[in-house]
């Protein structure tokens, strides 16, 4: 039996990615394509954008930050009334790796800022929920 190396071990769980996921939420109607047009924080070339399945992409260090279209995760009652409570028109689910969290977090909160809305947790009462002003 071949004998495995510590370091390969150690590598192996270097590599391990835990991708982090959330919604953000707005009142304003929106599209990725729009959202891209917001980015400053990273170089042009590093975002794209899927317009047949609204989604975006913004490549960071580690992994990328996906905005995509998250309207059809909400079909429970009490679900649809805390959208419609807030008015919302905009839903994207979004997901990072969690060692590019800052990075994600500038470009979150580039377009909280051009938008408005929030970003909320994947979570009964929606919490934590982040602003514009509480992200970073």
């Known amino acids: 039996m071949k004998k495995i190396k510590?370091?390969?071990i150690v590598e192996a769980q270097k590599r391990k990615k835990k991708i982090l996921e959330f919604y953000y939420m707005t009142p304003e109607k929106t599209d990725a394509r729009e959202l891209t047009r917001l980015i400053t924080s990273v170089d042009?070339?590093?975002v794209d954008v899927w317009p047949e399945l609204n989604l975006m992409e913004v490549v960071l260090d580690s992994?990328?930050?996906i905005f995509q279209d998250g309207r059809e995760c909400f079909v429970d009652?009490?679900?649809?009334e805390f959208i419609e409570e807030r008015k919302i028109q905009s839903i994207y689910v979004?997901?990072?790796?969690e060692g590019d969290a800052q990075k994600a977090r500038e470009v979150?909160?580039?377009i909280l800022e051009a938008k408005g809305g929030f970003l909320c947790s994947d979570t009964e009462d929606f919490e934590p929920m982040?602003?514009?002003n509480t992200i970073l």
């Not at 009652?77 to 649809?80: A, H």
């Open 6 to 8: 510590k370091s390969t």
């Open 44 to 46: 042009e070339e590093k």
């Open 63 to 65: 992994d990328s930050l």
């Open 77 to 80: 009652p009490l679900d649809l």
């Open 94 to 97: 979004v997901s990072y790796e």
């Open 108 to 110: 979150i909160r580039e």
């Open 130 to 132: 982040f602003t514009a």
